[in-house]
Structures are given as C-alpha cells and as structure tokens.
C-alpha cells in the first residue's frame, strides 16, 4: 500500500498572497460643486435627468428626486442657447426651494456660445471630442492627409480655448467624454474604430487642456460593448501613466438598455474596472427613469466594498438542512433592517455552515433545530429563542448595542 512520508518538520502558514483589498489608482482631486472626484475620495455617484431643461420646474424637481435618493451630481442637456440660459433659472430654484446641487452640463454639436454660457451656471461641462468641433463626414473621402488633419486640429485648439479659460479660471471642472460610437471622422481613418481611437482623441483634448494650464478634468471612455469599453479604459490609464498624467476617470457602459440585462451588463464593465482599482466615479445608463440607476450603482460600490450605504446581507443559498423558510425569513429581516447602513447581517438556515459562512457578519440569524433560531453578534451565540420573535429580537439585539436607529 502506497504511504505517504510524514514530513520532517511540521507544515507552517505564510500570510496569504492575494490582497482582498482594492488598491485604487491615484488620481488628482477634481472639484464639482462641494463634490470631490479623484484624490482617494470615495467613488461618486452621478445620473441624468431626462426633462427638457427648458421645463425649469420639471427640472428642478427631477434634480431633487435623483439628488435625494444618493445621485451626487446631476447632469442636464443643453442643446440649444435657450437651454443654457434656462440653467441660471434651474440652479437658483434648486437652492431656493432645495439646496445647491452639483450640476454638469452635456455640450452638443459645434457648441462654443452654449458651452460658454452654461459655464456661468453649472459646476462641470461635459464635451464629446467627436462632436464638439463637427466635420460632417464626407462619403467620398479615401484618408486624411497629415495636413488635413493638424488643420482641424488648429480649429478644435480655437473653439475649444475660449471654454477651457472661461472653466480654469472660475475654477470649475470639465468632463472630457468621449464615445465609441460617436469618434470623429479622422480619428477613424487615423486610428479606426478602435480603443486607440477613443484614447487619442481624448489625449488631444487634454493636451489642448494643458497647454492652457487648465487641469480640473475628467476622462470618460465609454462604449455600448463591454469588451471595447474595458480596453478603451485600461489603455488610457496605460497612456496617462506613460505621459505622467493623474486624471480621474468616469466609468460607464453607455446605452446598456434595460432590465436585468441593462443592469449586468453595467456591472459587468463597470465593476470590472473598479476591481482593477480605476474609476472615480460611475452612472448606470438605463433605458428607465433616472432614479432606478442610483441603486445599482451603489449596489455595485457595495459588493466591491468601496463604498458601504446599505445593510449587507449574507444568506446561504438553503436546501435540505434549512430549517425555516429562508427566502420569507430573509425578506423580513430585510424589510425590518433595510433603512440602517453600515451594517452585515447574516440569515443562514442551519448551524452546519451558519457561524463559520457568516464570521464577518456583525449579526448572525441561524436555524439551530425546529421552530428556533439562534442569534449571533459576529461569531458569539448570544440567545436562542422560537422563530415567530426571531426578527424582533434580532432588532432589540441590534438596539442592546446602540446601532439601531428608526426608520
């Protein structure tokens, strides 16, 4: 019989190798309003309203819904001149009737006198490289001549300065968003549809930027394809590395539609990268009303403990051990506890996989035979008591410590 020899010396234990930390990128500190994007500050939370911003009223309004329920800065679309002046009106409304609320204004096509304008008004200005400076594609063209292309360039340099002095010196910020789907003609015949495409075009915009000694920026690459999104993002942190530059990045999976297959395709891209340590800041873009982005975009934040703004749940998957109906169970522990924050608790079904499944969790919910359940602060048994007064005495276990506040 084969045997296996006993070891000379007893087995030890190195600190394990894989950090459970996320390490994020340093980036500069960029202010929006009284929000800080960058800089090590937590990752913000940003969305957009869908009223026409001529509607003041409707605006404010939608601010407010998105602004109340955790979206941190709220972008508005100004198409046209009457658009940005109506801005004045939306930003006085909001501190009158509200409070002042950090505002980033979307800058269409060939839109200097509009950019310049909503600058008096919001805190951030977001352009889109391929269309701030619009060439019209033309169907016969076959390349772009090295001249044809520094010649635009010099116009995108005149268009673009005026803007850039007007933010640099009221100390406001501007967002530099390029889109996969919306790159400038002679970035594709330069560059092709490509990630390459999408970093070159925001590096001339930045470069432009700090020729003027403007740094207040923030890079966005996004694509409606996850992949193409993922390699625009870790390509453009590789360039801004080589070029020593520390911007913070807007993440995003831009038209992701709807549903659950909206919201895992965004996680799916934007969480990601926040594994990997970049981004700064995030928007969900669901084809639904505004306010069903904010929580998965802090759902997001939460899973990959970057941010903690709601109770965390930890619930075993249940089967032929559970001893209680763990789906009703977790539903009402959830529906008691859901308006707390910062706090893990576990509803585990037996006590076969309970206190070791849930170690990190601050409290423990766990089936231990039938009819009764056990409750734990973290891994320590405190009482048992019948399942039909489990949830309340879970929360007077919580109120004993001092973390409970009312709903």
Known sequence: MQTIETPKTPKTFSKPEFD??????KTRPVKVG???IGGGFPVVVQS???EDTLDVDGSVAAVRRLHEIGCEIVRVTVPSMGHAKALAKIKDKLAQVYQPVPLVADVHHNGLNIALEVAKHVDKVRINPGLYVFEKPSPTRTEYTQEEFENIGDKIRRTLEPLVISLRDQGKAMRIGVNHGSLAERMLFTY???PEGMVESALE????CES???YNLIVSLKASRVPVMLAAYRLMVQRMDQLGMDYPLHLGVTEAGDGEYGRIKSTAGIGTLLAEGIGDTIRVSLTESPEKEIPVCYSILQALGLRKTMVEYVACPSCGRTLFNLEEVLQQVREATKHLTGLDIAVMGCIVNGPGEMADADYGYVGKQGGHIALYRGREEIKRVHETQGVEELI?????DGRWVDP
């Open 34 to 36: 009284n929000i800080t």
């Open 192 to 194: 092709g549809d490509t």
């Open 212 to 214: 003027l000694d403007f």
């Open 48 to 50: 957009m309203i869908n």
């Open 20 to 25: 459970t930390t996320i390490h994020r990128r």
């Open 205 to 208: 915009f930045i470069h432009i």
């Open 396 to 400: 007077n276990l919580i109120k004993a």
